[in-house]
Structures are given as structure tokens and as C-alpha cells.
């Protein structure tokens, strides 16, 4: 199936990835498996970034399903469909 992932607020990823964003022949199905197979297809620095020491999406990221659905860490499990648009962006906070 074919999903687009969308970078925001993260632009040494986009440097690595050469695009904010990028369509992925996904042949896994849940959110969990597509950040994986984003991590493996560009390599260890993008995983660094995505990802914390245990291999799970960094607390300073956030996941927004097709602009619409918030995805929270305990929820990686869930299923995609073809065309979904995945947001990967990071939180800022300031004051």
C-alpha cells in the first residue's frame, strides 16, 4: 500500500530524506511498523531521531493521522490504510 509521510518541525530528517515528504510502498500495516520501515530504509540518524534508546517514538514527537486523528505512543498499533497521510512532527514548547 502506498502512505505519504509528512516531517514537520524536523529538519534534520528532511535533509537526511531529501524531501518534507515522502511516499512509502508500506508492507506493513500499523503506524508502529511504517516509522520502523522509515528508520531502516534511511538509515541510523534518521532512526535517532525518531526514535528513543528503546525503539520507540520519541516523546518529543508527535503522530497526526490523515490531519485529522491524533496517534499517541500506546496507540503505535494501529492500522493504516492505502493513502493515509502520516504527520510526524516535533512539539515546541517555549514561553
Known amino acids: 500500500m502506498a502512505v505519504t509521510v509528512e516531517f514537520l518541525s524536523?529538519?534534520?530528517?528532511?535533509?537526511?530524506?531529501?524531501?518534507?515528504?515522502?511516499?512509502?510502498?508500506?508492507?506493513?500495516?500499523t503506524v508502529e511498523e511504517l516509522i520502523?520501515?522509515?528508520?531502516?530504509?534511511?538509515?541510523t540518524k534518521v532512526r535517532q531521531f525518531l526514535?528513543?534508546?528503546?525503539?520507540?517514538?520519541?516523546?518529543?514527537l508527535k503522530?497526526?493521522?490523515n490531519r485529522e486523528e491524533w496517534i499517541q505512543r500506546d496507540q503505535m498499533q494501529r492500522p493504516l490504510k492505502d493513502g493515509d497521510l502520516i504527520t510526524i512532527m516535533l512539539l515546541a514548547a517555549g514561553g
Do not use: A, H, W
Not at 10 to 22: A, E, F, Q, R, W
Not at 36 to 43: A, D, H, N, P, S
Not at 51 to 60: A, H
Open 10 to 29: 524536523l529538519p534534520n530528517v528532511v535533509n537526511m530524506v531529501g524531501s518534507k515528504t515522502i511516499e512509502i510502498d508500506f508492507t506493513g500495516q
Open 63 to 65: 503522530v497526526l493521522c
Open 36 to 43: 520502523r520501515q522509515v528508520t531502516e530504509k534511511y538509515g
Open 51 to 60: 526514535l528513543d534508546e528503546n525503539g520507540r517514538l520519541d516523546m518529543m
